[in-house]
């Protein structure tokens, strides 16, 4: 006969035995694949930029008086065209509008696919709602022009003025045009060129390098990666390509088990955001934390003279300055291990983002927080 109550009793010792493990057994590494922490070199995005004209504006383009290069535009564009204008004509141009054309150019982009471009007012044009780009060609780094865009603007905005009162949804001196350029010229890539190929690592880090290769000779034989140094794994490849881009899609979805990474605390000084991982810790200290306020206070006053005393009224200000300084305790942080810790030590001061800036600087000098700082 089964012994019921004997069976749920082992079912609750083995369920807290396995809680428990979860407290004290070690965190996995961190498992990613290889195209996340690497990249070809020489497989990357191409930045194009180009100069142009947006037409068709209701009234909302540049004002020609303090624009001057958006009529020079306009009579360089209508001479193609066969139309000339006679010389010193005062053109008043509201419907046109001079841009900068920005495009982003993919790797093994080939003539004749289109990609998005992105519109920006250089004038003082009041919107390019409602415009058209007219033909403008995108040039590279290297002067050559690979490809050519044009097509109606696509505005995420909306305004409307009148008697000195104005009304704005969003941002109006910017657009997009979606697949509005055109590629005329493919940027030649590495992947077809050589014997060997080089992965970049994303961020500098021996171990990270060590594993990318680990695991590609793992997968394809001993001897095809090499680790040259923390940033740099190369890569033996095959000799056809075909061969070559199946050999791609085999390595770069090889999983990696990684190692946590280094400690660091990173600070934006100028929005006050501080963003911490979870490597960083805490040795055991004290912090005392106070808040000095200066206060200027400017009371005008007048001095008037006397009847019959030729004098003449004098007009001063009184300046009252006031200087506070708010206490603050001293509080002792335990050493924390984990972020958890961390994060509620540091919410234990009551500091604001800004004064956590100084908090955190301080404690790095005196050896209590064990991290990299970071200012971005």
């Not at 199946?246 to 946590?260: K, R, V």
């Not at 206490?327 to 234990?348: E, F, R, Y």
Request: proline residues 5%; aromatic residues 2%.
């Amino acid at each position: 006969m089964i012994n019921t109550d004997k069976i749920v009793r082992r079912l609750i010792a083995l369920t807290a035995v396995l809680a428990s493990a979860a407290v004290w057994w070690p965190t996995p590494a961190q498992a990613m694949r290889l195209k996340e922490v690497a990249s070809v070199q020489g497989v990357r995005t191409n930045q194009l930029v180009g100069y142009g004209l947006v037409v068709g504006l209701d009234g909302t383009g540049d004002q020609t008086t303090s624009t001057p290069f958006t009529t020079q535009s306009i009579n360089a564009l209508l001479q193609q065209m066969g139309v000339t204008v006679p010389a010193g004509t005062s053109m008043q141009l509201k419907n046109v509008a001079a841009v900068m054309v920005t495009a982003q150019l993919p790797p093994f982009a080939q003539p004749g696919q289109q990609v998005d471009v992105t519109v920006s007012s250089l004038g003082n044009a009041k919107s390019l709602r409602g415009g058209t780009l007219i033909a403008t060609p995108l040039k590279g780094a290297d002067g050559q022009i690979y490809a050519l865009a044009q097509g109606n603007l696509v505005v995420g905005g909306a305004g409307a003025s009148a008697a000195g009162s104005k009304v704005q949804i969003n941002h109006l001196s910017a657009g997009r045009v979606p697949e509005g350029a055109t590629v005329e010229r493919a940027v030649p890539t590495p992947l077809n060129q050589g014997e060997y190929l080089q992965l970049d690592l994303n961020a500098n880090d021996y171990n990270t390098a060590r594993e990318v290769a680990r695991a590609v000779n793992a997968k394809m034989g001993a001897g095809v990666a090499q680790a040259l140094d923390g940033r740099v794994v190369r890569v033996r490849m095959p000799a056809s390509t075909d061969a070559r881009v199946a050999f791609m899609a085999d390595i770069e979805n090889l999983p990696l088990e990684l190692a946590a990474p280094a400690a660091k605390v990173v600070i934006n000084a100028r929005t006050g955001s501080v963003v911490v991982n979870q490597t960083v810790t805490l040795n055991a200290c004290a912090v005392a934390h106070g808040s000095l306020s200066v206060t200027i206070n400017s009371t005008p006053m007048v001095s008037q003279p006397g009847p019959l005393s030729n004098g003449t009224t004098v007009s001063r200000d009184k300046a009252d300055i006031t200087i506070r300084q708010e206490p603050g305790s001293l509080i002792q942080l335990p050493a924390g291990t984990k972020l958890a810790d961390v994060v509620k030590a540091l919410n234990s001061l009551g500091a604001t983002p800004q004064d956590l800036l100084a908090i955190l600087q301080a404690m790095k000098t005196a050896g209590a927080l064990n991290a990299e700082i970071e200012v971005i």
